[in-house]
T-cell receptor, first 117, second 116 residues
Framework: AQKITQTQPGMFVQEKEAVTLDCTYD???????LFWYKQPSSGEMIFLIYQGSYDEQNATEGRYSLNFQKARKSANLVISASQLGDSAMYFCAMRPTQNTGGFKTIFGAGTRLFVKA | TAGITQAPTSQILAAGRSMTLRCTQDMRHNAMYWYRQDLGLGLRLIHY???????GKGEVPDGYSVSRANTDDFPLTLASAVPSQTSVYFCASSDGTSGSGANVLTFGAGSRLTVL
């Protein structure tokens, strides 16, 4: 069975500093995709970054990067130069890329990030 | 604006009553999903549909049913609501049912349901 684990319920970071949000996963699939989504206090879900399991380089999108360590089954999100607007809930998610049960995307419990001025 | 429309935005429901949460997308996405979001548990998949005419069970399907009569609509029905179904419900869709590409989820704004 697939599982996503986010062990940090809450994190604090000083504005302009970098922060790493942890994500580990468990899957028997050989091919899968890993995602991070952001949920501000307004409630909408915003896609941030994607990493394919066969991608050799870590994904980057502006201030977001995904530290992918396949052997450790970890997909940590790194936010550089934190901004006050980064305060939000962050979810790690995974989706198989082979049809081993419906291409279902599953999510972790989330990490709430607080950026301090 | 293209996207997903969910209705109602919020609802208070007496236990034992039935309720249908509506979800409509205008992006012609093949796959659609229903999640519930609860504090400390993240988003949990209730049901999904890879394409019109097919549905599947997610992580927490008990007490819920879905149908996918066409590409655009994916309603979620609670036949006899219980207080544990109090939650925020998100409908989502993605373009592909194949393994290629990121297949990023597009979410609706959510429906907040309180069962008393």
């Amino acid at each position: 069975a697939q599982k996503i684990t986010q062990t940090q319920p809450g994190m604090f970071v000083q504005e302009k500093e970098a922060v790493t949000l942890d994500c580990t996963y468990d899957t028997s699939d050989q091919s899968y995709g890993l995602f991070w989504y952001k949920q501000p206090s307004s409630g909408e879900m915003i896609f941030l970054i994607y990493q394919g399991s066969y991608d050799e380089q870590n994904a980057t999108e502006g201030r977001y990067s995904l530290n992918f360590q396949k052997a450790r089954k970890s997909a940590n999100l790194v936010i550089s130069a934190s901004q006050l607007g980064d305060s939000a809930m962050y979810f790690c998610a995974m989706r198989p890329t082979q049809n081993t049960g419906g291409f279902k995307t599953i999510f972790g419990a989330g990490t709430r990030l607080f950026v301090k001025a | 604006t293209a996207g997903i429309t969910q209705a109602p935005t919020s609802q208070i429901l007496a236990a034992g009553r039935s309720m249908t949460l509506r979800c409509t997308q205008d992006m012609r996405h093949n796959a659609m999903y229903w999640y519930r979001q609860d504090l400390g548990l993240g988003l949990r998949l209730i049901h999904y549909s890879n394409t019109a005419g097919t549905t599947g069970k997610g992580e927490v399907p008990d007490g819920y049913s879905v149908s996918r009569a066409n590409t655009d609509d994916f309603p979620l029905t609670l036949a006899s609501a219980v207080p544990s179904q109090t939650s925020v419900y998100f409908c989502a869709s993605s373009d592909g049912t194949s393994g290629s590409g990121a297949n990023v989820l597009t979410f609706g704004a959510g429906s907040r349901l309180t069962v008393l």
